[in-house]
């Protein structure tokens, strides 16, 4: 089973916006937003900079801290 990597969906609904919202503001598919806010897919580094920008907080607070 994966673990989630991202908070994406989290932070998204603490900043109460949406995928949507977010595709439209990065010029990215919904679907692809969507793949990553379920942690099917994730997003590169470049963008993941720029979705924390956006969204005004840490990289950090996009990324789950995997405990093993």
Partial sequence: MMEDI????????????TGKWLAEQLGKNPS???????NVAQ???ATLVKIAT???VDVQNLINNVRQ
Avoid: Y
């Fill in 43 to 45: 997003p590169d580094l």
């Fill in 54 to 56: 956006l969204l005004a």
């Fill in 6 to 17: 991202n908070r994406l969906k989290i932070v998204l609904v603490e900043k109460k916006k």
């Fill in 32 to 38: 692809t937003v969507s793949k990553w806010c379920s």
